[in-house]
């Protein structure tokens, strides 16, 4: 069993959204994110305690055999769909006129953290463009040349895609010299987290507060 912070969703609420999730009850876990919601839970407890927390304990339940691929899936997906319920706290922010797009590299089809990360963007009143799972190159580069952003922020959860990040920002940096990127992920537990120092203009962020923290501080 994960162990869930001291936030508004204490255990007894995250046991029964989990056994609702697993169970693929769409109205009961909507209602216990709504009544969240209600409460003012912040996106951040919400997010991580809530939708992380689960989804990793759920892989945790798929790789042991203890739940099948199908009830996997069917959580994602559920998943997915409460994020949208925030989206009047996450459009409510005063928008500053900064720009970020964010995407996961080609081959990653985990796609929930990097939606996560555009809603950090946009909740800090950045307009966070979110391309989404196995993003080609090409078209990467092209939606930043169209959008010109600020930041770049690419996602990666497998460590196995760690030459599509190098392909990605060596091609960042020949073609968009000077564009800041962050990289971000939960593959940087297997390491990697020094890409940093292969880069003049990236820098590896470790989570969504930590994301928060950088863009208070961004001039
Ligand atoms: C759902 C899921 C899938 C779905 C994804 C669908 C979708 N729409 O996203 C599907 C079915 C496609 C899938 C496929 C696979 N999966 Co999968 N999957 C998961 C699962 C259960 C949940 C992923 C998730 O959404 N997590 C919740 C999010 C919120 O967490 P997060 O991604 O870490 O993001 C947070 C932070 O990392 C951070 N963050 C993320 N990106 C960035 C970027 C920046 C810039 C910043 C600042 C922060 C940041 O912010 C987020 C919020 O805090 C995980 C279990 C797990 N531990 O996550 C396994 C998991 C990631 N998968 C795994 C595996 C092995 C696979 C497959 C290889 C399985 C297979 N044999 O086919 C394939 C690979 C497909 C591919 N090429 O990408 C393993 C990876 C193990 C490892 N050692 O790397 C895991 C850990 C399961 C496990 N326990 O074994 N998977």
């Known amino acids: ?7 508004m969703i204490n255990s007894e609420l995250y046991n029964n959204y989990l ?14 994110v709504k009544d969240l919601l209600d409460r003012d ?15 990793y304990e759920v892989g945790y339940l798929w790789e042991t055999n203890r739940i099948s691929v199908a ?11 409460l994020l949208s319920l925030a989206y009047p706290k996450i459009f ?4 500053v006129g900064k720009k970020a797009v964010v995407s996961c590299l080609v081959n990653e089809y985990h796609q929930i953290g990097g939606k996560m990360v555009a809603d950090i963007f946009e909740i800090n009143g950045w307009d966070g463009y979110f391309l989404g799972a196995n993003t080609p190159v090409q078209d990467l580069l092209g939606i930043v040349r169209n959008k010109q952003p600020e930041i770049v922020a690419l996602s990666m959860s497998l460590f196995f895609n760690i030459d599509y990040l190098h392909n990605i920002l060596q091609q960042l940096e020949s073609e968009l010299p000077g564009q800041q990127v962050i990289v971000g992920g939960q593959a940087f537990r297997w390491g990697g987290t020094d890409i940093q120092d292969q880069y003049s203009n990236v820098k590896y962020i470790s989570s969504i507060k930590e994301l928060e923290k950088m863009l208070h501080e961004y001039e």
């Open 41 to 55: 839970v912040t996106i951040y407890d919400l997010y991580l305690d809530l939708f992380q927390t689960s989804l």
């Open 1 to 7: 069993m994960l162990m869930v912070g001291k936030t």
């Open 92 to 95: 409510s922010a005063q928008h």
């Open 19 to 32: 056994q609702a999730l697993l169970q693929g009850n769409r109205m009961e876990c909507t209602k216990i």
């Open 71 to 81: 009830t996997e899936h069917m959580a994602t997906s559920i998943t997915e769909s």
